[in-house]
Nanobody
Framework: QVQLVESGGGLVQAGGSLRLSCAAS????????IGWFRQAPGKEREFVTA????????RYADSVKGRFNISRDNAENTVYLRVNSLKPEDTAVYYC????????????????WGQGNQVTVSS
C-alpha cells in the first residue's frame, strides 16, 4: 500500500508560480508511476501530468504544456509539480495518485490517491 500527501498549494495571483509536492510512504515507491489530477468546482477530475518510475517518461495535458513541470526524487519518495504562469482557470483541488506500472492518463488507472491540495489563482 502507498500513502500520498500533497502540499504546497495556496492562493496566488495570475502569472504566479507554485511548487506542489506529493510525499509518499510505503514500499517500492520508486517502482510507481505518479500522476497529478485536478478538480474544479462542478467539474470532473481531469488529468494534468504524470511521470513514470524512472522519470524517463512524462505526459502533460495540452492545457498545461509549457507551463507545468513534473519531476521526482525517489530517494526522497517525493514527486514535485512546478506550476508556472498560473491562470484563474487553473484553480482547482490538485491530487496526486500512484499506480504500479506505466504512465496512464485516466483516473481509474490509479490505485492510491492523496487527499488533495487547493490551488486558487486570482485574476
Amino acid at each position: 500500500q502507498v500513502q500520498l500527501v500533497e502540499s504546497g498549494g495556496g492562493l496566488v495571483q495570475a502569472g504566479g508560480s507554485l511548487r506542489l509536492s506529493c510525499a509518499a510512504s510505503g514500499r517500492t515507491f520508486s517502482s510507481y508511476a505518479i500522476g497529478w489530477f485536478r478538480q474544479a468546482p462542478g467539474k470532473e477530475r481531469e488529468f494534468v501530468t504524470a511521470i513514470n518510475w524512472s522519470a524517463g517518461s512524462t505526459r502533460y495535458a495540452d492545457s498545461v504544456k509549457g507551463r507545468f513541470n513534473i519531476s521526482r526524487d525517489n530517494a526522497e519518495n517525493t514527486v514535485y509539480l512546478r506550476v508556472n504562469s498560473l491562470k484563474p482557470e487553473d484553480t482547482a483541488v490538485y491530487y496526486c495518485a500512484s499506480r504500479n506500472g506505466r504512465v496512464v492518463t485516466t483516473t481509474r488507472g490509479y490505485d492510491y490517491w492523496g487527499q488533495g491540495n487547493q490551488v486558487t489563482v486570482s485574476s
